[in-house]
Each structure stands twice: as C-alpha cells, then as structure tokens.
C-alpha cells in the first residue's frame, strides 16, 4: 500500500541535527484504552516556526536511535498545526 501521509514530508529538521534531537522530535505518546494526551515545554521551536507544520503518530515506540525517525513503524495519522480564534495574523 502507498505511504497515506507522503504529503506530510518529513521531521522538522532546521539544524540538520541527527534523530532523536530534530526540532520537531517530539517526545513520546502514550495511548491508554484510545485515549493519549501529551504536554509538554520546548526550546527547539517557536510557535510562528510551527504553524502550517504536520504532526505525525506513529505506530511503535520510537527507539531514539535509528535514523531518520527512530523505527517507530507506519504513520498512523497525521494533523496540520493551524492558528485559530483571535490568535489569528
């Protein structure tokens, strides 16, 4: 089968830093019974920098070493980073 998300490109990589320290490497979600919620604080990105970006889940864990993206499997789901409400420029 075709890659669903092959739009989405790949990590947010400004630096051109090795996985797991891109920008846009974000830190892991954990599902419990099709629920997940992630929080989390960050220097590696601005808010402006992000907007018009994917976020991708993935199917396994990322194991942090494999290069580009850690051996996480197939993408599960993608979701464009939009401004909304009166934030909006």
Do not use: W
């Not at 890659?3 to 920008?23: G, I, L, R, V």
């Not at 976020?55 to 990322?62: K, R, S």
């Amino acid at each position: 089968m075709t890659d669903p998300f092959s739009e989405a490109m790949t990590h947010y990589n400004p630096n051109n830093c090795p996985h797991p320290f891109h920008a846009g490497d974000l830190p892991p979600l954990f599902g419990n019974h099709g629920y997940a919620f992630s929080a989390f604080v960050t220097d590696r990105f601005t808010l402006s920098e992000v907007i018009d970006k994917t976020v991708i889940i993935y199917d396994n864990p990322d194991d942090f070493t494999s290069q580009p993206s850690g051996n996480a499997g197939e993408k599960l789901a993608c979701g464009m980073i939009k401004r909304f409400g009166s934030h909006s420029r």
